[in-house]
């Protein structure tokens, strides 16, 4: 599985601002990165004969992003469909995805893996089935990921029934200890969708795996309702009666209408909160997550794109935009949650929890982003407006250079390690292959 190089030692010279794990930022000077290792940062320093030598003058340098929470093999379904209700939309997607087999779900993860490399994402968790092939092209790509292999309910697995699920689930576990890149983790569906007895399955298999545990939960107040209709509780309230939240590697997703309860609760057992402000306004979920009052108790909050059908991009630049102004919005009062709040959701909170040992800071395993401010849309810059810039106007498309691992994964916006020509034809032949086939079935009209 492991495909790495050899590693290559880089100096990246003159960057015009860095800001590391601790956000500290420093102004004009290195980074210098041996084998994968940071070795100096934030001095003017020179390395004999790099193997690559990156002038940042022009350019700004961060942790490198995270996604935490996607389903990466559903590019394939970017814009087709939109402006439904929410089980409508749902309905025709999952007619769709039931011709997701092994060979669609490589190519629709292979375009989402393209895509985040040049958003400048450097790890991403993802949540679907066939993990094996998210596996492969990751590290295939250099970039991290944590694979979360899905759990469903006897009633929505079409073959196979969830003891398949379950089998594929360990597989991922030991698929995931073939490459320092890869970290595993279970992902059942949402407390609605998969019962009591799979959820505690699925929570000893991560606890005895050490892998994450990831959960979509409290999505809308239908799931609320049927929570509280069926256990007489509200969904982490229900799950922490049976040990969900005493496992420190759980991840709940959405929580859009959780109660200040639940807040406590995650905050007592400092669990993973990801927040995902696109797809929650497309989707129309009809709430705003309490993300300050989580941050006060002490929630890992964590921003994700969710799936590229309900957002449609992967790209978390965007993203925390729209994670501020949803919720200075909803309450009408911008100091609610500030740059720096957002900017840890997207970089830093992860790593500070869960992979301390990563990012920009001497002695970590070198990830970082490289952005080029030297546009219109960025200027005037200094320290005082670096994080305002990279909250309110910067996009992925101004990501110029990824670093992950201390290997090169994108330099001057070329992807060094996946053929971007290649995986877009493949994602358009094969998706005109299906096409005709899914609209014939679910006559569907967009
Ligand atoms: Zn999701």
């Not at 994968?36 to 320093?45: C, Q, W, Y």
């Not at 590019?75 to 089980?87: A, F, H, P, S, V």
Request: with cysteine.
């Amino acid at each position: 599985m492991e495909v790495r190089g050899p590693m290559s030692d880089i100096i990246i010279k003159n960057a015009g601002y860095i800001i590391d794990n601790s956000l500290k930022i420093y102004k004009n000077s290195s980074i210098i990165i041996e084998d994968n290792i940071i070795t100096e940062i934030g001095k003017k320093t020179t390395l004999p004969a790099p193997e690559y030598e990156i002038d940042a003058k022009w350019k700004l340098v961060v942790p490198a992003f995270i996604n935490a929470h996607t389903h990466t093999p559903m590019t394939l379904l970017r814009g087709y469909c939109d402006d439904r209700r929410l089980w409508d939309w749902l309905s025709e997607i999952w007619k769709a995805e039931n011709y997701f087999d092994r060979t669609v779900c490589k190519i629709g993860a292979e375009l989402a893996i393209l895509e985040m490399i040049k958003n400048g994402i450097g790890l991403f968790a993802d949540f679907y089935f066939h993990q094996d092939v998210v596996a492969e092209i990751s590290v295939k790509a250099g970039l991290r990921a944590i694979l979360g292999s899905t759990i469903l309910g006897e009633e929505f697995v079409q073959q196979g029934g969830n003891e398949f699920l379950f089998e594929q689930a360990k597989k991922t576990i030991q698929l995931a200890r073939t490459s320092e890149l890869l970290l595993p983790a279970i992902a059942p569906h949402s407390p609605v969708t998969v019962p009591q007895e799979d959820l505690q399955k699925s929570l000893e298999l991560a606890q005895k795996n050490n892998a994450f545990l990831m959960i979509h939960v409290s999505e809308t107040r239908d799931d609320v309702l049927k929570s509280e209709d069926r256990y007489g509780k509200p969904p982490i309230e229900w799950l922490n009666s049976f040990g969900f939240l005493n496992y420190h590697k759980t991840f709940f997703v959405h929580g859009v209408w959780i109660t200040d309860r639940e807040v406590r609760l995650l905050g007592e057992h400092r669990n993973g909160f990801v927040y995902c402000p696109v797809s929650a306004q497309k989707l129309a979920y009809g709430g705003v997550p309490p993300i300050p009052e989580l941050l006060k108790n002490g929630v890992n909050v964590m921003l994700g794109t969710d799936g590229p059908a309900s957002n449609n991009v992967l790209d978390i630049l965007q993203e925390m935009k729209f994670a501020s102004l949803l919720i200075s919005f909803d309450r009408w009062d911008p100091s609610m949650i500030t740059v720096k709040d957002i900017f840890q959701m997207a970089s830093v909170t992860f790593r500070k929890s869960y992979l301390p040992n990563t990012g920009l800071q001497q002695y970590a395993f070198a990830d970082m982003t490289l952005i080029n401010f030297r546009k219109p849309h960025l200027y005037p810059i200094n320290e005082h407006r670096i994080l305002s810039h990279l909250v309110f106007s910067a996009t992925g498309h101004d990501c110029t250079d990824l670093i992950i691992n201390g290997k090169p994964i994108m330099i001057a916006k070329k992807p060094l390690t996946l053929n971007e020509e290649k995986i877009m034809d493949n994602a358009q032949n094969t998706w005109m292959q299906l096409e005709d086939q899914i609209k014939s079935e679910t006559q569907i009209s967009n």
